[in-house]
């Protein structure tokens, strides 16, 4: 099965994009967003309103644009009963494509991934996508803290995205007291220095996390029993002691204690998509790492197991920014298929009127089939019901898979052995 989220929120960032490169002449452009719970007759009722009122809109032109924009929204409208159970959101507009004269009527119909709670209609020379723009922003926020007896780290995990946000040091001195004082001097200097050790990592931690308002939990971790004693001291204000949802042990403090306990928590954390990139993107190198015959990597390789059958799970970079072409010779039949970056691909356009053949040499080399190469293999998945995921280059498992494997990867069910397959 396909892991829905991860693609679904990949098509809708794609297609945001797309709409946030339209422009409309004046203000011709419709925005219109439905929650689930609003009735489709009402929306109706409030479209056939503002039909009439586009009416009075001077311009002719634009007058006309507008009418028939809600008219084709109403047309949409028609084939739904009731909203879908994350609400509907329809784009539709006018947009010129070589100046004023050329335009043409665009629509969008999108249901959203996740329910959305906002009626909204907007008639305007942009489409508003901020609304669905909003969903991308991750709302849970987790607190990290890594304490041992020389160093403190306060960090935050948001999505996939880890910050360090403060870095202490302690100032405790060494249990080995000095010549002359006594154990028991020594010993109450330096209990008082690790109270105000701990006064000081409190504080930071209270004024930070205090203004997260989605904080969803605080992990505190470390190596030795000093997490431990801090946990149960009045160091946290009791609003965000009630937050501690782990106390973990780790090797290493400050930045690499913080990536640790990321990784040692994924279970906690296992509905922030870093932890779980890291993860998919880790399986993946442990196979090619053992050589087990169970990995797969390239466009070439993966694209024939991928038509074999054979994949299990196949990972793309968010960003691949590669176009497929099916070139073809209109004099002598020689086809071949290229994969060409974005910026390449521009400059062919539509144009191949300079292209050679390389097999006869006329200039008749042109392309038959132009797919973004992305969406090709998603296509390709989702037919055999090969699970999909969407790695970003936010992980150094995702910037790996991009740079050392060029993106394009999958796990695969079995083992080719010959001409069997072995589980």
Known sequence: MVELESLSRHRLKKTLEVLASKEGRGTELISLYIPPERQ?????????????????IKSRTTRKNVQDAIERVMQRLKLFK???PTGLVIFCGAIPQNGLGSERMETYVLVPPKPINVYFYRCDSRFHIEPLMELFREKETYGIIIIDVNEATIATLQGRRMEVIKELTSGIPGKHRAGGQS?????????????DYFKRVGGHANEIFSQITDLKGIIIGGPGPTKYD???GEYLNYMLKGKIIATLDTSYVGRTGVKEIIEKSGEILRGV??????????????EIGHDTGMAAYGEDEVRRNLKEGLVDTLLLTERLNLTYFKFKCKTCGYSEDRILDNSEAAKIGGDTSQMQCPK?????????????LQDMLIDEAEKSGVNVEIIST???EGVMLKESFGGIAAVLRYRKTGQQNQV
């Open 360 to 372: 006869c040499l006329n200039s008749t080399f042109t392309f038959e089939e132009k797919k973004d």
């Open 40 to 56: 489709i007759h009402e929306v109706m009722a409030n479209l056939r309103e503002e039909h009439g009122t586009a009416s009075n």
């Open 394 to 396: 936010e992980t150094e």
């Open 82 to 84: 009731q909203p879908p």
């Open 230 to 232: 801090f946990e149960k």
């Open 273 to 286: 998509r870093y932890a779980e990139e890291k993860k998919i993107v880790q399986r993946f190198l442990y």
């Open 183 to 195: 154990a028991r001097r020594f010993e109450r200097i330096r209990e008082a220095a690790v109270n």
